[in-house]
């Protein structure tokens, strides 16, 4: 069972900085697309930024400029570098990872983590 989990949560203040990482327990050369979401209170989940298997890279239009997704294969993992931080930022944040074609599309995705949480105070 391949599992996704996620760290580098926490509160910070507007402007300020937080680098999340995603270990995966399978090499994350075997997925075709990783990807940050996030979930809002009240709000739909949303894709943040997705990286696919040559690097390409995707980013959800209110965080281009701010955020920066990488990975690290011999590592095994996935990070979300998160800078000039808004409340509007404020969510739970999923790593996510899939096999077939780079999509926004949730239901597409094989894997999910467990979410870790990023408050964003003015």
């Known amino acids: 069972q391949v599992q996704l989990v996620e760290s580098g949560g926490g509160s910070v203040q507007a402007g300020g900085s937080l680098r999340l990482s995603c270990a995966a327990s399978q090499g994350t050369f075997a997925y075709r697309c990783m990807a940050w979401f996030r979930q809002a209170p009240g709000k739909e989940r949303e894709g943040v930024a997705c990286i696919d298997r040559d690097g390409s890279t995707s980013y959800l239009d209110s965080v281009k400029g701010r955020f920066t997704i990488s990975k690290d294969i011999a590592k095994n993992s996935l990070y979300l570098q998160m800078n000039s931080l808004k409340p509007e930022d404020t969510a739970m944040y999923y790593c996510?990872?899939?096999?077939?074609?780079?999509?926004?599309?949730?239901?597409?995705?094989?894997?999910w983590g467990q979410g870790t949480q990023v408050t964003v105070s003015s």
């Open positions: 996510a990872a899939k096999y077939g074609s780079v999509s926004w599309d949730q239901k597409t995705y094989n894997y």
